[in-house]
């Protein structure tokens, strides 16, 4: 591959025609001038076809493999099903891409284990796409939390349930790493461990089933080190139909975040404490605007980022530890991809 120049555009090939790809990586693209999304790769060549023509890409390449030997792309977006994260994630590593993998980052932590291996092996640039972490609304969160008006905080508790009642669809697919714990519950996780900026003890975990194998809700307990607790809520199809939000107890206040994962199309921050109540609206790009900053950033700067590999294996970390308490089975190989 030639290496990539800082006057140029980062080149970002996508791996699947994937749904999500127009609003978390070709819309982006359109607003950062640093980066441009180059081609698309699908299992099917039509198909890449077809989606090369919709959105104006400059290429459509025949296979996954025939983009990761492209020498046009820099860097690949890996949108694929939970349970091929690590797998082409690897691959394009090795083939020398640069990766901005999808949420959850792995099937579990082991495969992210390897992944973080392979990345630095290659000497390539990983992190995963959590893009809530990027937009102002999240520096805010932890500004109020440190500046100690909440007092000492007791509590954390993080919800992202939405109804997904397609139970054809492959987020319930256990052999593609699916479950509500993986799809919505990674925020939950994600949002818990920034807010109390430690990583918590699963202290209990109940899981509404879909299959056997598979949960489409998911409620678990939480201890850190230093005595608080917490509780994360996530669900793909249950009672709590809609719920995305974030709140922090203190014994002199409280924090409520109402859709901390989309806040640039709304949001509503709520401070209660003894001195009185308020509410702040944070301004930013969309949070996928601002991962996209971050990405090319890391990858022309080596720029610190608070969602690479040792995030994301933490992060998977809690999730294979939910999944063990609430006793279901961890997601993919015990041995990894």
Known sequence: MDEETNDSPLRIGILG???????????????????????????????????????????AYPSY??????????????????GLHCEWTIRALEAGKHVLCEKPFAANAVEAEQMAAAAKTADRRLMEAFHWRYHPLAARMREIIESGELGAIRHIETSVCFPLPFFDDIRYDFDLAGGATMDAGCYAVHML??????EPEITAAQATLRTPDVDRAMQAEVRFPD??????????????????????????????????????????????????????????????????????????????????PADAIANMRVIDAIYERAGLKRRGALAGC
Do not use: W
């Open 193 to 198: 461990r920034f807010l109390a900026a430690a």
């Open 17 to 59: 025609a994937a749904r999500i790809a127009p609003m978390s990586i070709i819309r982006p693209a359109a607003e950062v001038a640093e980066a441009e999304v180059f081609g698309v790769a699908a299992r099917v060549a039509a198909r890449a076809g077809d989606f090369q023509v919709k959105h104006g890409l400059p290429r």
């Open 227 to 308: 005595g608080r607790t917490g509780k994360i809520h996530c669900s793909l199809f249950s009672a709590r139909l809609v719920s995305v939000s974030a709140i922090v107890r203190g014994d002199q206040g409280e924090l409520r975040v109402l859709n901390p994962v989309l806040p640039h199309y709304f949001h509503r921050l709520t401070v209660k404490t003894t001195s009185g109540k308020r509410r702040e609206r944070v301004y930013g790009e969309a949070t996928y605007t601002h991962q996209l900053r971050a990405f090319v950033d890391l990858v022309r700067n080596a720029a610190e980022v608070p969602t690479g």
């Open 65 to 82: 493999d025939a983009m990761l030997a492209s020498d046009e792309i820099d860097a690949i977006y890996n949108p694929l099903p939970n």
